[in-house]
Each structure stands twice: as C-alpha cells, then as structure tokens.
C-alpha cells in the first residue's frame, strides 16, 4: 500500500502547526477539505492521527511517528533536489532547528555550529531556548530536530549522544555580597539550587528564593547583590561581576544531544550531529 501524497501533505502541514485552519490556508484549501484528507489517510492506515482537546488538537503516538517519517522524507527530498539541479554544488542547505536551554544555546550551541553555518551559507538556521521540561515534547512533537539537554530521556525511538559535561559553581557579587541568603533560579521549578546544596554532602541550609528566567538574566543579578547563583563555570570563570564562592563542591551535569532514530540521515543531519559531537565538549569545560 502507498500513502497518497496529498493526503501526508495534509496531514503534515496539520501536524506541524496543531492547528487545522492554519494549516489549510497554508495549502491553500479549505478546513474541510483538509479535514477530509486527514480522514482519508486515518482510514486507509486504520489508526487515528489526531485526538481533539478542549484547546485544539494533539497528535496521538502513531501520528507522531508518522510526523517523523514526513520530516525525513521532506528533508531527503530537499536533498536529492540540489543534487539533481547542481545547487548541492553550493554545500550543504536545509533547515536546521535545534533548542536547547539557556545556558546552552548563546554560549556552547551557536559556536559549536558557527563553522558549519560559515561553511555551508545555504544553511537556514533556528535555535529557540526553552525550558529544560520542555525540550523533550519539543522533539516529539517535531518543533525541532533536536534537543539539547541536561535531563535523560529513555524512549527506544531517540539516538542519544552525550556532548560533554557542564561543571555547576556557586557565584556572588564581586562587589557587592548579599548579606541574605538569597539564590537565584530560573522559575520556581527550577531546582538547580536543591540539587547543588544538597551535592555539598552538609545540611541544606534555610534560604529565599527569587527569580530571573533565563541565565543572563541571572548571572546579571548575581553580579548585582541580589543574590547567590549556581551556574555552569563556563560562563562565569572569566565574569568581571562575580566571583566563584570557595569551599563549595562543583557539581557535574552531563549534556546530551537527543534526535529521532531514523532509517536514512540526511548529509546536513550527519554533519550537524559530527559537528555538535566534535566541538561542544571543549566548549562546555571551557575556562
């Protein structure tokens, strides 16, 4: 059996965005009429693609897998193209979307990449920043090809690879100390914080909490007064505005790259993934 074009058109255009009007007039039909493909492709697979929710729709497990074969697919049809019309010529070209969290993207991912991007112009870059518990649904639901993050996932349909290590540091205020304990996190799920103090094998002491949403945003307030930060020592080593507090235990975070396993890898996915692999570990332990 084959999988009529029109109808994985439909149904990617669908997936990709969650929302049926938009993908409809991103084709250029109506919202019946893509409702109507979408069907027609749930009956001749027999499996449903989509659950609706009281805030739009979902993809179910096998919409998201069938979601995975139109990325490639689209991707491997990119491909062969420049190599037929010679524009493969120009180097690699394609989308390249990969998140990762913040203290990740600006500092190690964009450098990281910035020698393959430099080489291969055709090349259409998107790094997005998100929250380290969110980064894993973003894979899933094909938002980006890949991941960056500092958390394991365990699925059998996911290729791990582990990119380095980051080295977590306990900072305050060159010139101005805080005189309360206070720390500094991203939100109040972020529990860098417990884990560093309870890493110090010593009682974990009463402190406040407050809060500044991404890692800049928080080395800024550490440089301030306002607080005490845990932090990767690679963005602090050489920081005017902060000094590493002694006698504390660094603690090591490992970093993993996370993308779909699939049958056939693109030339652009193979030299992204080679790329991340050969140049984020000197950059995380940088100093």
């Known amino acids: 059996m084959s999988l009529s074009s029109l ?11 969650l929302n049926f009007s938009q993908a409809a007039r991103e084709l250029h039909i109506t919202q019946s ?3 109507q493909r979408i069907k027609a492709l749930e009956e001749d697979i027999n499996l449903t693609l989509f659950v609706r929710m009281p805030r739009g729709v979902q993809l179910t497990e096998a919409g998201e897998r069938l979601l995975r074969y139109c990325q490639a697919r689209n991707c491997l049809e990119e491909e062969l193209i420049d190599e037929m019309t010679g524009n493969k010529e120009d ?6 979307r990969i998140a990762g969290y913040s203290s990740i993207v600006r500092s190690v991912l964009i450098p990281a ?7 291969h112009p055709n090349i259409q870059p998107h790094f997005q920043n998100a929250e380290i518990r969110n980064l894993r649904e973003m894979l899933l639901t094909g938002v980006v090809d890949f991941v960056v993050s500092d958390s394991e996932f365990h699925r059998n349909d996911l290729e791990v690879v582990q990119l ?3 080295e977590y540091v306990l900072v305050q205020s060159k010139k101005h100390p805080p005189e309360r304990e206070v720390y500094l996190d991203h939100d109040p799920e972020d529990r860098i914080t417990q884990q560093f103090l309870s890493h110090q094998e010593r009682a974990v002491p009463g402190y406040k909490r407050a809060f500044m949403d991404e890692i800049y945003a928080i080395i800024d307030a550490a440089a301030m007064g306002l607080g005490k930060a845990v ?5 602090v080593e050489k920081h005017p505005g902060v000094d590493i507090v002694p006698d504390h235990k660094s603690m090591q975070v490992p970093v993993f790259l ?6 056939f890898y693109t ?8 790329t991340l692999k050969n140049q984020c570990p000197s950059l995380l332990s940088a100093r």
């Open 33 to 35: 009429a893509l409702s």
């Open 164 to 166: 380095g290590t980051e």
């Open 231 to 235: 932090v990767s020592r690679h963005l």
């Open 91 to 96: 180097g690699l070209g394609g989308h390249l």
């Open 113 to 119: 990449v910035h020698p393959l991007l430099v080489e």
């Open 267 to 274: 030339d652009l996915h193979k030299a992204v993934v080679e």
């Open 7 to 17: 109808h994985l058109d439909a149904f990617f255009a669908a997936a990709q965005s």
């Open 258 to 263: 996370y993308y779909h396993r699939q049958p």
